[in-house]
């Protein structure tokens, strides 16, 4: 294969008739006006180049690789190398003007009045270049003394006779605007005549890497593929050139890289000459049948996959970015990472000049890039993406490549990602199975169970996951041993500790674990079992799960049955054929409040604000922070009184282990359950609020994501997650349900009304309402206080009160009182310590009322 001829922009006009951006090609695009970063990036190596002493330094500026097919008419159509040679037609175009050269500008870059160098993208384009470079009297125009000085060359250009305005509207034409207004801008100020320089063939200054289409190789299908991008410019563009430049740079420690391909006869290549293959060919087989994947908006799909590789390297930066520094450390300025991290795990479009001052595009990086690239690419397969597991039990390789490709790889995705390739590159020479399927199992069950919701905890994560495929050994081993594992939940390391014991004890154990951990409510968190069948208490007593046979038996038989009754229990709990919001409540709450007979099972929020554990509303991460499997998680610390999770698991293992409880068949589930309440209700010494909650379930419906707070012998349901939203109040509602019943009790009074409160400055009542007298309307309201309920006789109308209903008032035991806002009365009571008071109350004073009116 030929490796490419290094030759100038002038001697290549001297090869072929004429240079043809051609139509399958986009517009001209380094040159616009948004893209200043690359531009100048660009211009400054040109700068550099053309005005150095060459006399110092013998080395011209290598552009790298431009190549293309020679046409029957003998013009170089343009496969790769686009936007380098339109910037040098353009470079060279100015410094002719500048210098005063533009004959033997003309004699050399143009053809019968016509520009050599053309776009066959747009009619306008051509016309643009033929017009430009035709106009012998420009020189004149742009060196005339009256010419102001604010008027930039695209505005001289622009006031020419031949241009027409609607030019303005081709893209190709108001880039080559731009870039000669740049291109002035940096080198106006040179005396030297750098345009002799550009053109000098004895001494080159800058120069590039001549390459045509049929000796490199290339197929007609991958030229379509690498051109058939569309007309704008995508961000890849922009990375890959400086990716390129910066491969290049790195001249030594490479790994031994070698091309399947004639010419090359399995020697050994460097990274760049590597790379620069690779990602034209092999690496955009990969990739092809995922362009436009990461497109949301039909209208943006431009059939490339830029969009999609750009996403790729972004997430290789950031693991490399990870492993090159400590961001735990003072010294580590955190807004460095969020430039390449956004909230939520979304990867940021970052700009080169930012990768160049984080030092992202590292030797290191580049290496990972390369060789993650070449594992993920299949040869000699229409399938170019290569997978390695049998199955996607733990991890969908397809699915979650897919979504790197996407952006839209949750923190656990990004985890799981990174682990299974890591492994695959730490084992490549002897990739075993079932070693791998058993890694994405323990990394699978990690990454589930340990919250990733920030960069710190994903930094540590990521170190762990490096440090584990760093040991050679199979992960089972490594659990088993004494190494210590980092950066995940302590909670789930213990419990992956005690099942790797498990497993490599027996075919029997393995089966058992594996089916438990497959199940859909424990998914990989089966500590609960561990717990209840008494093994995770041998395992911190002895370090080992080396028991004799005997004790074999008796544990696997705990360990079967706790886990029959779990995956019962929770199938019902949270019935797949139900809504999940729904599912508590399609069963009564029957199982938090069961539970609840056993003991106080609820989980902190703070002091005082608690979680039944009731609802699977996924808001304020419910689902992860409050839920059964939360609390059914093992605790790795070894100071038993800071367990405070084991203690409340002890209620469930109670109510699975009460006589009554079976879970065989949801009807059975829910007669014992209501059973074990019934008896609890009956028998057993509670707290009111307790034996309230075990009594009636629709308490549990008023709190929708399961909060409740306890505050000095108040309990109040939030219908979110504190007071400042809706709240109720647990004795006043239990009056309200009770009284419902009996609203016979009430009359002359009719209906209840519950008035529900905001913020912590009101408080929740009840409302008895509906009777009129003498033109006025009265109605009791009935609060709670911490140790008493306040019941309140008023008159809505603010008239006062006839004598006859004031009489049978006092003879209640209410007292009038006043109201400090307005000074009108009302009559109130105070005395009262419980609901069954209060209804005592109010059926005796509405008796007499009754009685009264009656008369």
């Given at each position: 294969?030929?490796?490419?001829?290094?030759?100038?922009?002038?001697?290549?006009?001297?090869?072929?008739?004429?240079?043809?951006?051609?139509?399958?090609?986009?517009?001209?695009?380094?040159?616009?006006?948004?893209?200043?970063?690359?531009?100048?990036?660009?211009?400054?190596?040109?700068?550099?180049?053309?005005?150095?002493?060459?006399?110092?330094?013998?080395?011209?500026?290598?552009?790298?690789?431009?190549?293309?097919?020679?046409?029957?008419?003998?013009?170089?159509?343009?496969?790769?190398?686009?936007?380098?040679?339109?910037?040098?037609?353009?470079?060279?175009?100015?410094?002719?003007?500048?210098?005063?050269?533009?004959?033997?500008?003309?004699?050399?870059?143009?053809?019968?009045?016509?520009?050599?160098?053309?776009?066959?993208?747009?009619?306008?384009?051509?016309?643009?270049?033929?017009?430009?470079?035709?106009?012998?009297?420009?020189?004149?125009?742009?060196?005339?003394?009256?010419?102001?000085?604010?008027?930039?060359?695209?505005?001289?250009?622009?006031?020419?006779?031949?241009?027409?305005?609607?030019?303005?509207?081709?893209?190709?034409?108001?880039?080559?605007?731009?870039?000669?207004?740049?291109?002035?801008?940096?080198?106006?100020?040179?005396?030297?005549?750098?345009?002799?320089?550009?053109?000098?063939?004895?001494?080159?200054?800058?120069?590039?890497?001549?390459?045509?289409?049929?000796?490199?190789?290339?197929?007609?299908?991958?030229?379509?593929?690498?051109?058939?991008?569309?007309?704008?410019?995508?961000?890849?563009?922009?990375?890959?050139?400086?990716?390129?430049?910066?491969?290049?740079?790195?001249?030594?420690?490479?790994?031994?890289?070698?091309?399947?391909?004639?010419?090359?006869?399995?020697?050994?290549?460097?990274?760049?000459?590597?790379?620069?293959?690779?990602?034209?060919?092999?690496?955009?087989?990969?990739?092809?049948?995922?362009?436009?994947?990461?497109?949301?908006?039909?209208?943006?799909?431009?059939?490339?996959?830029?969009?999609?590789?750009?996403?790729?390297?972004?997430?290789?930066?950031?693991?490399?970015?990870?492993?090159?520094?400590?961001?735990?450390?003072?010294?580590?300025?955190?807004?460095?990472?969020?430039?390449?991290?956004?909230?939520?795990?979304?990867?940021?479009?970052?700009?080169?000049?930012?990768?160049?001052?984080?030092?992202?595009?590292?030797?290191?990086?580049?290496?990972?890039?390369?060789?993650?690239?070449?594992?993920?690419?299949?040869?000699?397969?229409?399938?170019?993406?290569?997978?390695?597991?049998?199955?996607?039990?733990?991890?969908?390789?397809?699915?979650?490549?897919?979504?790197?490709?996407?952006?839209?790889?949750?923190?656990?995705?990004?985890?799981?990602?990174?682990?299974?390739?890591?492994?695959?590159?730490?084992?490549?020479?002897?990739?075993?199975?079932?070693?791998?399927?058993?890694?994405?199992?323990?990394?699978?069950?990690?990454?589930?169970?340990?919250?990733?919701?920030?960069?710190?905890?994903?930094?540590?994560?990521?170190?762990?996951?490096?440090?584990?495929?760093?040991?050679?050994?199979?992960?089972?081993?490594?659990?088993?041993?004494?190494?210590?594992?980092?950066?995940?939940?302590?909670?789930?390391?213990?419990?992956?500790?005690?099942?790797?014991?498990?497993?490599?004890?027996?075919?029997?154990?393995?089966?058992?674990?594996?089916?438990?951990?497959?199940?859909?409510?424990?998914?990989?968190?089966?500590?609960?079992?561990?717990?209840?069948?008494?093994?995770?208490?041998?395992?911190?007593?002895?370090?080992?799960?080396?028991?004799?046979?005997?004790?074999?038996?008796?544990?696997?038989?705990?360990?079967?049955?706790?886990?029959?009754?779990?995956?019962?229990?929770?199938?019902?709990?949270?019935?797949?054929?139900?809504?999940?919001?729904?599912?508590?409540?399609?069963?009564?709450?029957?199982?938090?409040?069961?539970?609840?007979?056993?003991?106080?099972?609820?989980?902190?929020?703070?002091?005082n604000r608690r979680n039944l554990l009731s609802s699977d509303n996924p808001r304020n991460n419910i689902e992860r922070d409050y839920s059964w499997k939360r609390l059914l998680r093992i605790e790795s610390d070894k100071d038993v009184s800071k367990r405070l999770r084991e203690p409340k698991?002890?209620?469930?293992?109670?109510?699975?282990?009460?006589?009554?409880?079976?879970?065989?068949?949801?009807?059975?589930?829910?007669?014992?359950?209501?059973?074990?309440?019934?008896?609890?209700?009956?028998?057993?010494?509670?707290?009111?609020?307790?034996?309230?909650?075990?009594?009636?379930?629709?308490?549990?419906?008023?709190?929708?994501?399961?909060?409740?707070?306890?505050?000095?012998?108040?309990?109040?349901?939030?219908?979110?997650?504190?007071?400042?939203?809706?709240?109720?109040?647990?004795?006043?509602?239990?009056?309200?349900?009770?009284?419902?019943?009996?609203?016979?009790?009430?009359?002359?009074?009719?209906?209840?009304?519950?008035q529900y409160v905001k913020s912590t400055q009101e408080q929740a009542s009840l409302k008895i309402k509906g009777w009129n007298y003498a033109s006025s309307d009265y109605y009791f309201e009935i609060l709670k206080a911490p140790e008493n309920f306040i019941v309140r006789f008023i008159n809505?109308?603010?008239?006062?009160?006839?004598?006859?209903?004031?009489?049978?008032?006092?003879?209640?035991?209410?007292?009038?009182?006043?109201?400090?806002?307005?000074?009108?009365?009302?009559?109130?009571?105070?005395?009262?310590?419980?609901?069954?008071?209060?209804?005592?109350?109010?059926?005796?004073?509405?008796?007499?009322?009754?009685?009264?009116?009656?008369?």
């Amino acid at each position: 294969m030929d490796k490419g001829e290094k030759i100038t922009f002038c001697e290549l006009f001297n090869r072929v008739e004429r240079v043809e951006i051609p139509i399958i090609q986009r517009d001209y695009a380094q040159g616009r006006e948004d893209q200043h970063e690359v531009r100048n990036l660009f211009l400054d190596a040109l700068s550099t180049a053309l005005t150095k002493n060459r006399a110092v330094s013998n080395q011209s500026l290598d552009l790298d690789f431009i190549y293309g097919s020679i046409e029957s008419d003998k013009s170089f159509s343009v496969l790769d190398g686009q936007q380098r040679l339109t910037t040098l037609f353009l470079l060279h175009w100015f410094l002719a003007v500048k210098n005063n050269c533009t004959s033997e500008f003309s004699n050399h870059f143009t053809l019968n009045n016509k520009s050599r160098f053309s776009y066959k993208t747009r009619p306008s384009s051509t016309e643009f270049f033929d017009a430009l470079t035709s106009d012998t009297n420009f020189e004149d125009k742009f060196h005339q003394p009256e010419r102001s000085n604010k008027l930039k060359i695209s505005e001289l250009i622009s006031d020419c006779k031949w241009f027409f305005s609607s030019w303005k509207l081709d893209p190709t034409v108001q880039a080559c605007l731009h870039m000669l207004d740049a291109i002035e801008q940096k080198f106006s100020s040179v005396e030297t005549n750098l345009y002799q320089r550009l053109t000098e063939t004895e001494i080159s200054y800058i120069t590039f890497q001549y390459l045509e289409l049929q000796s490199f190789g290339l197929t007609d299908e991958l030229y379509i593929k690498m051109n058939a991008r569309g007309k704008s410019l995508t961000s890849f563009e922009h990375f890959k050139a400086k990716l390129e430049q910066t491969i290049k740079s790195y001249s030594s420690d490479w790994p031994i890289y070698q091309l399947d391909i004639k010419g090359f006869d399995d020697a050994p290549i460097d990274g760049y000459r590597y790379f620069i293959h690779k990602i034209d060919t092999d690496w955009a087989d990969l990739f092809w049948p995922y362009r436009n994947i990461a497109t949301k908006d039909n209208a943006d799909k431009d059939n490339t996959y830029d969009d999609e590789l750009m996403n790729f390297i972004r997430l290789i930066i950031l693991y490399q970015y990870l492993l090159d520094n400590n961001i735990t450390s003072n010294d580590f300025n955190k807004e460095d990472l969020s430039s390449l991290l956004g909230t939520g795990s979304k990867l940021l479009p970052t700009t080169i000049s930012q990768y160049d001052k984080l030092k992202c595009l590292n030797q290191a990086f580049i290496k990972k890039l390369i060789n993650w690239l070449d594992m993920l690419y299949k040869t000699n397969s229409e399938e170019s993406f290569r997978t390695y597991l049998s199955n996607n039990k733990y991890y969908d390789e397809n699915e979650v490549f897919k979504k790197v490709l996407q952006n839209d790889t949750d923190y656990k995705n990004k985890l799981r990602f990174f682990a299974f390739y890591s492994y695959l590159a730490k084992n490549q020479t002897s990739l075993n199975q079932t070693e791998l399927m058993e890694w994405t199992r323990v990394i699978y069950n990690l990454t589930e169970n340990t919250i990733v919701d920030g960069t710190d905890i994903f930094y540590r994560t990521i170190q762990s996951i490096s440090s584990l495929s760093d040991i050679k050994q199979p992960i089972l081993n490594i659990l088993t041993s004494e190494t210590k594992i980092t950066g995940f939940s302590g909670d789930q390391v213990l419990e992956e500790k005690v099942k790797a014991h498990l497993i490599l004890k027996s075919g029997d154990w393995r089966d058992k674990v594996l089916e438990a951990e497959g199940n859909n409510f424990l998914n990989g968190q089966i500590g609960c079992l561990l717990n209840f069948s008494g093994i995770l208490e041998y395992y911190r007593q002895h370090n080992h799960c080396d028991w004799d046979d005997s004790e074999n038996s008796k544990l696997f038989e705990k360990f079967s049955h706790y886990f029959e009754a779990i995956k019962s229990a929770m199938s019902y709990r949270y019935p797949e054929e139900l809504d999940k919001k729904l599912s508590a409540k399609a069963i009564d709450f029957l199982w938090e409040r069961a539970v609840l007979t056993k003991g106080i099972y609820f989980t902190n929020k703070t002091q005082n604000r608690r979680n039944l554990l009731s609802s699977d509303n996924p808001r304020n991460n419910i689902e992860r922070d409050y839920s059964w499997k939360r609390l059914l998680r093992i605790e790795s610390d070894k100071d038993v009184s800071k367990r405070l999770r084991e203690p409340k698991q002890d209620f469930v293992k109670q109510l699975i282990d009460d006589s009554h409880f079976e879970f065989n068949t949801l009807q059975a589930f829910k007669s014992s359950l209501q059973h074990i309440c019934d008896i609890a209700l009956e028998f057993e010494e509670l707290e009111d609020w307790r034996r309230y909650l075990i009594r009636y379930p629709e308490l549990y419906s008023y709190c929708e994501q399961g909060f409740i707070q306890i505050d000095n012998q108040m309990v109040f349901l939030l219908w979110q997650s504190q007071r400042n939203h809706y709240h109720s109040e647990l004795y006043t509602v239990v009056l309200d349900i009770q009284l419902k019943d009996e609203l016979e009790k009430l009359i002359p009074f009719s209906n209840l009304e519950y008035q529900y409160v905001k913020s912590t400055q009101e408080q929740a009542s009840l409302k008895i309402k509906g009777w009129n007298y003498a033109s006025s309307d009265y109605y009791f309201e009935i609060l709670k206080a911490p140790e008493n309920f306040i019941v309140r006789f008023i008159n809505g109308s603010s008239n006062d009160h006839p004598q006859k209903v004031t009489d049978v008032i006092e003879n209640n035991g209410f007292q009038r009182e006043y109201n400090q806002d307005d000074e009108t009365a009302h009559y109130e009571i105070n005395s009262l310590t419980s609901v069954d008071d209060v209804i005592s109350q109010l059926t005796q004073t509405c008796n007499s009322l009754r009685d009264f009116e009656n008369e």
